[in-house]
């Protein structure tokens, strides 16, 4: 091969897997097959009408038309520390501790960028999100995969171990909780524990809260910032992707660690001229106004979590109730266990006519898993059991 063909770094980055699975359902869909897709956590419900509104009146404004500023217009920076406030009782800078991110996907990898140097290693727990790995990748940076165990104390055992064992010593530690695909959640001590490691083992912390407002049952997830002194250690990520149903607008933040914070201020200043004015300004709102919106998308996705745990379990998958995220993290039922998550996917579209997520997708230890998102009405849901009764019939 010619070295003008030969990129090293899209070598490592293979076709997502789960995209597989995601052609297969094209495929199907036109043979005219009427597939249920609960592949891809893609929020399926609209944007508030009063955060649209906004956007609209935004957009007549033609100052709003110009270049913004990378790192989020002062307003909304200010809403997003407002917003923590309230919501955490946490303090922030709006100047030297919060950035706006083009969504979290962006801002994680263009912090990994910034902080990483060529070799340097991060601490991942397997499964993960996708681009909790490749953003270290891109980074040219090493992944040190722990299993992620459900049982907290293990977790931290194991993140303990690896951190102390590997050499050159790891620089980040990267977590999400609640977890997306597992819907693991943690408690604040579990953020405390790993407050004091990353002290004693000088680690950087980068915590992903995505799915901070999607939890049930009387749980509310923690976040990271609410340690006393994580501030020293760490960064937090958070999204209005999930909260707010506005995944298409790409709008999220990171705030925490001053350092850190001006690292990707700084990349991202020569990156890129900031989301289009009109929807950081409309993301104002959204942050700042009424929430009972929040409060309608949690109880829509709970009332789909509920219909598909209880439809499923009739039809024969018994599935854990998870208490926070939008998805369902399942175990293959026996009799499917040896095909592995990525064959036993295809047979779902092909046999139930269901689109789910291999756990391969998420990373070897997701195998033996399928990821399931509560993104199809509660009638598609059932039909979707249906489907899945015949299969383990
Ligand atoms: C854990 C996690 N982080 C980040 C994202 C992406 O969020 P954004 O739309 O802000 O890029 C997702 C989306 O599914 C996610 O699950």
Same mark, same amino acid.
């Given at each position: 091969m010619s070295k003008s063909e030969d990129f090293s770094l899209i070598k490592r980055l293979p076709p997502y897997v789960l995209s597989v699975v995601n052609e297969l359902k094209y495929k199907e869909r036109a043979k005219g097959e009427d597939i249920i897709d609960l592949g891809m956590g893609n929020p399926d419900q609209p944007t508030p009408a009063h955060i649209v509104d906004k956007l609209k009146e935004a957009v007549d404004?033609?100052?709003?038309?110009r270049y913004s500023s990378s790192a989020g217009i002062p307003k909304l920076r200010l809403a997003i520390a407002n917003w923590y406030k309230r919501n955490y009782n946490v303090e922030l800078d +709006?100047?030297?501790?919060a950035v706006v991110t083009i969504g979290s996907k962006e801002g994680i990898s263009h912090l990994m960028l910034s902080i990483l140097s060529p070799g340097d290693s991060v601490v991942v727990p397997n499964p993960a999100y996708p681009i909790h790995i490749y953003s270290v990748i891109i980074a040219r940076g090493d992944i040190q995969n722990v299993s992620l165990s459900n049982n907290e104390e293990d977790l931290i055992e194991s993140i303990e171990k690896t951190i102390k064992e590997v050499w050159p010593k790891p620089k980040v530690l990267l977590i999400s909780f609640p977890n997306n695909p597992t819907t693991q959640v943690v408690d604040l001590n579990f953020f405390e524990k790993i407050v004091d490691l990353a002290k004693e083992a000088g680690l950087i912390v980068v915590h992903d809260l995505a799915y901070a407002d999607l939890c049930y049952d009387g749980y509310k997830a923690p976040s990271l910032?609410?340690? +006393?002194?994580?501030k020293d250690v760490g960064v937090e990520f958070y999204t209005l992707s999930k909260s707010y149903n506005m995944p298409g607008w790409r709008v999220g933040f990171m705030v925490g660690n001053k350092k850190i914070i001006e690292s990707l201020r700084r990349i991202k200043s020569y990156l890129d001229y900031g989301i289009f004015q009109p929807i950081q300004i409309a993301s104002i709102l959204a942050l700042d106004g009424p929430q009972n919106c929040v409060e309608d998308i949690r109880n829509l996705y709970k009332l789909r979590r509920d219909k598909l745990i209880e439809s499923f379990s009739r039809a024969g998958w018994k599935i854990p109730k998870p208490k926070a995220t939008m998805f369902v993290w399942a175990e293959i039922p026996d009799e499917f266990k040896e095909i592995g998550s990525l064959e036993f996917s295809k047979l779902l579209i092909k046999e139930s006519k269901v689109a789910v997520s291999p756990g391969i997708g998420f990373g070897n230890?997701?195998?033996g898993f399928v990821r399931l998102a509560l993104v199809e009405n509660e009638n598609r849901i059932l039909q979707a059991a249906r489907g899945i009764k015949k299969l383990l019939r």
């Open positions: 404004n033609p100052r709003n038309h +709006p100047d030297s501790e910032l609410q340690v +006393p002194g994580a230890y997701g195998e």
